[in-house]
């Protein structure tokens, strides 16, 4: 099984920074592209920014200039640096990655995998 476990989410004032991380484990054989996803209250889940194996990234242009997505391969931790944070970012954000798994029976099979999510709330 392959398991995605974020962190660091939080209470923030406006104006401040938090830093997501999120760690694949388990039988992980390769990661292809990780993104991070948002939900806001009474919102629908949207695309925050993605990062291919090469590090090209992809912002939504409500995030641009505000958040660096980046990515350790050697940790298989996809990371999100948030800065000036206004009360509109305040979601549960998710982590998300395409996956390769190599299965018990020494098999690869191709895994979309999400996290459980992450909390931030960004006060006025």
């Given at each position: 099984?392959?398991?995605?476990?974020?962190?660091?989410?939080?209470?923030?004032?406006?104006?401040?920074s938090l830093r997501l991380s999120c760690a694949?484990?388990?039988s992980v054989y390769s990661i292809n592209t990780?993104?991070?996803?948002?939900?806001?209250?009474?919102?629908?889940?949207?695309?925050?920014?993605?990062?291919?194996?090469?590090?090209?990234?992809?912002?939504?242009?409500?995030?641009?200039?505000?958040?660096?997505?980046?990515?350790?391969?050697?940790?298989?931790?996809?990371?999100?640096?948030?800065?000036?944070?206004?009360?509109?970012?305040?979601?549960?954000?998710?982590?998300?990655?395409?996956?390769?798994?190599?299965?018990?029976?020494?098999?690869?099979?191709?895994?979309?995998?999400?996290?459980?999510?992450t909390l931030v709330t960004v006060s006025s």
């Amino acid at each position: 099984q392959v398991q995605l476990l974020e962190s660091g989410g939080g209470l923030v004032q406006a104006g401040g920074s938090l830093r997501l991380s999120c760690a694949a484990s388990g039988s992980v054989y390769s990661i292809n592209t990780m993104a991070w996803y948002r939900q806001g209250p009474g919102k629908q889940r949207e695309l925050v920014a993605t990062i291919s194996p090469g590090s090209s990234t992809n912002y939504a242009d409500s995030v641009k200039g505000r958040f660096t997505i980046s990515r350790d391969n050697v940790k298989n931790t996809v990371y999100l640096q948030m800065t000036n944070l206004k009360p509109e970012d305040t979601a549960v954000y998710y982590c998300n990655a395409d996956v390769t798994e190599a299965t018990m029976d020494f098999k690869l099979r191709a895994l979309d995998a999400w996290g459980q999510g992450t909390l931030v709330t960004v006060s006025s």
